[in-house]
T-cell receptor, first 112, second 114 residues
Framework: SQQGEEDPQALSIQEGENATMNCSYK?????LQWYRQNSGRGLVHLIL?????REKHSGRLRVTLDTSKKSSSLLITASRAADTASYFC????????????FGKGITLSVRP | DTGVSQDPRHKITKRGQNVTFRCDPI?????LYWYRQTLGQGPEFLTY????????KSRLLSDRFSAERPKGSFSTLEIQRTEQGDSAMYLC????????????FGEGSWLTVV
């Protein structure tokens, strides 16, 4: 079963605007990873943030993590039509468990 | 730099037939994962290997599913007696040992059972 919850489920914005996507979880995590998926394609890794980190940046992407609230957010600044895709957060629990557990994803549409 | 490679990318099969998917991980990655994804859903974990050892299997992996990684490099996922409910994208991923490392995914293998 999927244990992460992303919010909103769908987001439609104008090119140039910022897009903020949120992810919540219920367990203790080692890290949380964000992925992008274009329609019919595989998953592209965006950012990994560890439980002892609060914020990470990569180009136009900014990810924050609040372990006290068990939530993370992905911000895409100055969005482009090419950012249109589904975005997933995936958590990796602490302990020996090695797998990633995904949410249902957020569908982002960026209108040109 | 080659990423995770999956073959075939698309497979259409008749119900009751067997299918096999192959995954070649990023070289030197000792962990290999299989996930399944249906339309509108996130990927669901099936199984993972560390080297040639299969360390965890999901309850989603029925007796009709078997995965192998005989030499600790490539892996195969076989589905026997396919059912229409098996129609999905099967994703392979790999990583270096250590829970803090990035997991990289392939392009997936689409299965349609008719």
């Amino acid at each position: 079963s999927q244990q992460g919850e992303e919010d909103p489920q769908a987001l439609s914005i104008q090119e140039g605007e910022n897009a903020t996507m949120n992810c919540s979880y219920k367990t203790s995590i080692n890290n949380l990873q964000w992925y992008r998926q274009n329609s019919g394609r595989g998953l592209v890794h965006l950012i990994l943030i560890r439980s002892n980190e609060r914020e990470k940046h990569s180009g136009r992407l900014r990810v924050t993590l609040d372990t006290s609230k068990k939530s993370s957010s992905l911000l895409i600044t100055a969005s482009r039509a090419a950012d249109t895709a589904s975005y997933f957060c995936a958590k990796r629990d602490t302990g020996a468990n090695s797998k990633l557990t995904f949410g249902k994803g957020i569908t982002l549409s960026v209108r040109p | 730099d080659t990423g995770v490679s999956q073959d075939p990318r698309h497979k259409i099969t008749k119900r009751g037939q067997n299918v096999t998917f192959r995954c070649d991980p990023i070289s030197e990655h000792n962990r290999l994962y299989w996930y399944r994804q249906t339309l509108g859903q996130g990927p669901e974990f099936l199984t993972y290997f560390q080297n040639e050892a299969q360390l965890e299997k999901s309850r989603l992996l029925s007796d009709r599913f078997s995965a192998e990684r005989p030499k600790g490099s490539f892996s195969t996922l076989e589905i026997q007696r396919t059912e229409q409910g098996d129609s999905a994208m099967y994703l392979c991923a790999s990583s270096l040992e250590a829970s803090g490392n990035t997991i990289y995914f392939g392009e997936g293998s689409w299965l349609t059972v008719v």
